[in-house]
Structures are given as C-alpha cells and as structure tokens.
C-alpha cells in the first residue's frame, strides 16, 4: 500500500528481504486517492442502483488529472527532468466503471501510454529514499528527502480527506 514503514529499521528490512527473494517495489510516481471516490461511489449506488454516475466519473477524472499534472511537474523540480510514470490504481469499481474514460483523457492530453516494463526502466525507479516515515509516490519521497520542496508537501500525501469537502460541496 505504498508504506514501507515509519522506522529505518522496518524500511530497511522490506527493502532488504524483497531483494532477497528476488522481488523489487513497484513504485508509483502518480498517487491519488481513487479509493475514497470508489466508496462514495459505492455508497451512493447502494442507496440508489440507478443513481447517475457521471458526476463521480467527473471528478474522479479531474482528481488524477490534477494529481498527474502535481507529480509531473515535481519529477521535473526535484529530478530537473521529466519521468516515465506510473499512476496508482486501485482495483475497485470506479476504476472498473471508468478506466477506459481516464486512459481516453490521457491520451487526449498528450500522454503517451507505456506497459509497466518500459516504465521501469526509468533510473527514478532504482531510487531508494531514505525517508520516514517511508513510502508514498516515489517522486514525492525524493522531493521529501531533498527537503527544500519538502516544506510544501501533504502528508500524507493522498490521504483522502483532501478530497471529502469537495466532494461534499458537489453532493458526491
């Protein structure tokens, strides 16, 4: 769940047995809170399998668009070039409802889609923070470490109650 532990210790040894065992972390470097829409969304068709949906489809789209547009341009500050991403995605209904219209809007921006294996070639991914707690996008524990972007980051950094009053504000 992107949490390496909050001591060196516990970090240290995740890394280690990973290596270990011939494993490495699949880091992300886009975080978003997915997760908290998916249970409004759940909850809301409870309530009303017939509900409309678009709303959610909506702000969930201007969520990690706007997550997207964070994280790349802290890549491009705190690594002074742009990164091959990987965006966090949850295995969850909103993302079964609406994957093929958030891989539509990052086509549409310009973003050119990768498999995983190209993705990780990027030298951002062999990048072992020394951060506490650990954990987080790999892109935004750099910028921890470094400390001088540091002071401006969340944390944690998608927590979901970023998101809860406006979703609340929107009737979502």
Known sequence: MLKEGNTATKRDHVRGF???????????????????????LATRL?????????????FYLEHVWDRAQYYDALAKKVLGRPVKHTILMHFNLLN??????????????GWQLIDAEEAFTDAVFNAEPRT?????????????EKGTIAK?????????????????????
Request: hydrophobic residues 35%.
């Open 18 to 40: 990973l290596k270990q065992i011939g494993y490495r972390i699949g880091h992300v470097t886009v975080d978003n809170s997915d997760w908290i829409i998916d249970q409004r």
């Open 46 to 58: 409870q309530k009303d399998p017939n509900a409309d949906t678009k709303p959610y489809r909506d």
């Open 96 to 109: 079964g409802l609406f994957l093929g219209d958030l891989i539509d809007m990052f086509r549409g921006q």
């Open 132 to 144: 506490l707690p650990a954990g987080e996008s790999i892109v935004w524990a750099l910028a921890k």
């Open 152 to 172: 401006s980051l969340r944390y944690p950094a998608e927590d979901g109650d970023y998101e809860l009053a406006r979703m609340d504000k929107l009737g979502l």
